[in-house]
């Protein structure tokens, strides 16, 4: 059984961080690029930051370069979302996302609010 388990969301203050946590089972998690998106109130689902499935590769939507940072363990089957400077705009629910050719898994989302 496929799944994808989101952890790490929360409230924060804005200049704050978060570390967001993606445990996948149920597939050969190495051999797929991971993804993390997020979806505001109101708003389409927006993809945030990619890695490769070597983790060699790594690219970032505009809004987030330099402030967040992708990483994975291929070996514990994890994939992370360091996010820093958190802003009020960053309030979301994050998605990871395991994609394959055209083969693709969603975790059911973490929800992430910057306020003060």
């Known amino acids: 059984q496929v799944q994808l388990v989101e952890s790490g969301g929360g409230l924060v203050q804005p200049g704050g961080s978060l570390r967001l946590s993606c445990a996948a089972s149920?597939?050969?998690?190495?051999?797929?690029?991971m993804k993390w998106y997020r979806q505001a109130p109101g708003k389409e689902r927006e993809l945030v930051a990619t890695?490769?499935?070597?983790?060699?590769?790594?690219i970032y939507a505009d809004s987030v370069k330099g402030r967040f940072t992708i990483s994975r363990d291929n070996a514990k089957k994890t994939v992370d979302l360091q996010m820093n400077s958190l802003k009020p705009e960053d309030t979301a629910v994050y998605y990871c996302?395991?994609?394959?050719?055209?083969?693709?898994?969603w975790g059911q989302g973490t929800q992430v609010t910057v306020s003060s």
């Open positions: 149920g597939f050969t998690f190495s051999s797929y690029t």
């Open positions: 996302n395991a994609v394959r050719f055209y083969e693709g898994y």
């Open positions: 890695i490769s499935s070597g983790g060699g590769n790594k």
